[in-house]
């Protein structure tokens, strides 16, 4: 269970409100997604969930544990032993090929069995490709590759489709649910897609750091069922 209880963060020494007293629950294997604009705090809801930011106030727990308490080594180990992140920006290092790209992931959590994750994500034929030589699509799922390489008990998605076209983007957001159907991690992912909430179990709605509405989703689509 992740549990964030009335958590406030402003910017630029209290000008900008980012989360206005925010209060949110995501169960242990739930797919909830985060929807809004540009500007409406979920990427910022996002980076305190996940321990990259702290909160000016307000408490997170995950599996009981308040995150807003630990100091910054204990923190570095949590988001090392439970969270994986994908980002919209591919963050891959251009002179590793992919396999090495992954193995910096696998490498975190000590996994030597890899290859079964870049296997399911159809990386096999790119093993020894740098970056450069990829698609965007690509580039992509290397990324997830790398991010489930760790093992992460929650995976943390900021727009993975957000640069990628529709076939592309329909292809890598299909991964990313198969991958998840067959972990059972629980996976929390930010978009403006508002299609993209079709896919997940519950959708947490903010506007102006603010969360206005939450619903569970009563049946999820895939992501060729969606519109785009």
Known sequence: MIKATSVSK???NGKVEALKNVSVDIRNGEFAVILGASGSGKSTLMNMLSGLERPDCG????????????NEKQLTAFRRDNVGFVFQQYYLLPHLSVESNVK????IARNKNYMP???????????????????GGEQQRVCIARALAKNPKIL?????????????????????????TRRGFTMIMVTHNRNIGETAQTVIEMNSGEII????????????EIGW
């Open 10 to 12: 402003t910017y630029n």
């Open 213 to 224: 509405d939450t619903h569970a989703v009563s049946r999820q689509k895939s992501a060729y």
């Open 59 to 70: 408490k997170i727990t995950v599996e009981g544990t308040d995150i807003t308490e630990l």
């Open 156 to 180: 943390f998605l900021d727009e993975p489709t957000g640069a990628l076209d529709e076939k592309t983007g329909r292809a890598v957001l299909d991964c990313i649910m198969r991958e998840k």
């Open 104 to 107: 910096l992931g696998a490498d």
């Open 117 to 135: 994750i870049i296997d399911a994500l159809g990386l096999c034929d790119k093993l020894r490709a740098k970056p450069s030589e990829l698609s």
